[in-house]
Structures are given as C-alpha cells and as structure tokens.
C-alpha cells in the first residue's frame, strides 16, 4: 500500500528510521548540513549521493555532513550525476523529490510497503556498487576544498553547464582507434592520476583522446565537444594534457546535462561546419554562437 505525504516528510521518514530495523540505503543526490540530522542513519546503513569536487565546491553537498555520518559507521558512496531521492529498508520505502536538506521548498514523498521496498532496495544496493566506498581521507580532502559560505543552495541546477563562463568552444572529430602503446600509455597515466588525486575526486570519470603533438588550441582549460561514431559528446573542460613520444594525451571531463544534442543540431547552429574538414579542431569564439551551441544541451 502507497501512502502519499506532502506535510512533514522528514518526520514521517525518522519515524521508520528511528525504530527497530534493518539496515537501509538512502540513494539522495544533495547533503545538505543537517542532513545527519534529518536523515537518521546508523552503523551498517549506506548513503549513496553526489559529491564530486564540482558538487562539494557549489556547496550543493556538505562534506562535514558526510564526515558525520561516515563516522557512525554510514558507507558512504559518491554517484556523479546522481539525481534520485529513495530511502530504503527491508519493509518500506520512501520515494520523492526531497533532498536531505531543510530546503524551505514543499516537497513530495511517497511511502511504499514490503513488496515495492525489496525491489527498490536491490537497486538501491546496486547504486553503490557503481563507486568504491568513500574513506576518511577522501572525506577529509572534501572538507578542505573551497565552498560558499552558504553550504547549501535550495535548488540545484538544471545543469552544471554555466554558459557564460565560456568564452571559447572548440568542436572536433575523434576515432575510436589508438595504438597499443598509445592505449597503455593513457591507461597507465589514468592510474597515477586517481592515486595522485583521490578517487572520490573526479578523475576517475576523466576521458581522454589521443591527438598530435600541436596544441591545436586543446590545451588545459579549454572547452570542446567531442563528436565520435555521428555521436557528440556533452561539453567538456579539458583537465590536463601530457605530451608522449609522437603523440599528445589529452584528459577531459563532461559536465552534466539535461540532454546531449544531435549531430544535426549542431551543424544547424555552428557557421562554417559544412566547410570544415575535420582534421584540426573547429574553433568557435562568437559568443552568441558558443551560446546557441551549449544552450543545445539544456
């Protein structure tokens, strides 16, 4: 049976969260400060969010709030991405648009039964396997990333796209094709860098494409989209380059968005694609055409 709550869902939830039970997971997008506080988690339990360093840094999580939680003996697992809102034990489940956070916004939950609760927990559980569990130490190098001073903003983002700090965008044609030194050269590069940096930070979502020795204007800070097989890319920042024998590599990280738009659309929007060769990168500066591209994904 499906129980409907518009009022108080956070009272309601603690009263199953408080009681006798099993242990649950808790798949939620944004912690908010409070969050340990609202959502009463306990040793055995598991907390699956979005806390990549874009995220902890636009204070759309709290990273102290996990730092609470995790020690009470909460698993605590980072989704990039994430956009779900469900608590689940052995016989309920609560499914809504709430954020673990006093957000001042009425929000909706809905409270399923044991039938409903064990199909949900199974995916629930598999959401956490998609990330290593946070540690200490990465929680730790959270808290010390830069923040607002507001910790947490009511309403996140349709997207992590913000148009108008792009001044530049640079269009270009990728294969799939990479030699098997070229391929183990990323591949060990990839390595050193989550070791070098943490895997709760988002190098372990970086991609990376090889290209010629030239800059060909793709250097560290610079935004693309990356079209492959007919198929672009979400816009991307370009996190560092390294230059090999021959060749360059180059590591970028897409950010979040509604949508990814079509070939199509992007011929229609960009002036000269139809001149355009491919072989170098198509480098758009009119703001108003960056614009019209990137509000392609919103």
């Not at 003996?73 to 809102?85: C, D, F, Q």
């Not at 094709?177 to 590069?189: G, H, I, L």
């Not at 990280?253 to 694609?273: C, D, I």
């Amino acid at each position: 049976m499906a129980e409907f709550v518009t009022k108080n869902q956070w009272s309601a939830i603690q009263g199953d969260l408080k009681g006798k039970r099993s242990p649950v997971t808790a798949v939620v997008s944004f912690i908010g400060k409070d969050a340990d506080t609202l959502m009463p988690l306990r040793k055995g339990d598991r907390l699956v969010c979005n806390a990549d360093d874009l995220t902890i840094k636009r204070g759309l999580t709290n990273p102290d709030a996990l730092k609470r939680f995790h020690s009470k003996g909460v698993e605590v697992y980072s989704v990039v991405g994430l956009h779900a809102k469900v608590i689940s034990g052995s016989d309920f489940a609560w499914v809504g648009s709430a954020n673990a956070s006093n957000s001042g916004y009425l929000e909706a939950t809905v409270r399923l039964g044991p039938t409903a609760a064990k199909r949900i927990r199974s995916w629930a559980n598999e959401m956490s396997q998609q990330e290593p569990q946070l540690t200490g130490p990465d929680l730790s190098r959270l808290q010390r990333l830069p923040r607002p001073a507001r910790s947490w903003a009511p309403r996140p983002p349709r997207s992590d796209l913000e148009v108008s700090a792009v001044s530049t965008l640079h269009l270009l044609w990728l294969d799939d094709w990479a030699s098997e030194k070229q391929s183990s050269a990323a591949e060990t590069e990839h390595q050193e860098l989550i070791t070098t940096h943490g895997r709760s930070s988002g190098v372990p979502r970086w991609k990376s494409f090889v290209w010629s020795t030239r800059e060909d204007g793709l250097v560290e800070g610079a935004w693309i989209i990356a079209i492959s097989g007919g198929r672009p890319s979400r816009p991307a920042r370009i996190e560092k380059t390294s230059l090999h024998r021959g060749f360059r590599i180059v590591w970028y990280q897409e950010v979040s968005t509604p949508r990814v738009a079509k070939q199509s659309e992007l011929a229609v929007a960009t002036p000269g694609w139809w001149d355009w060769d491919g072989w170098l990168p198509l480098r758009i500066s009119q703001k108003k055409t960056v614009a019209n591209l990137l509000n392609l994904y919103n």
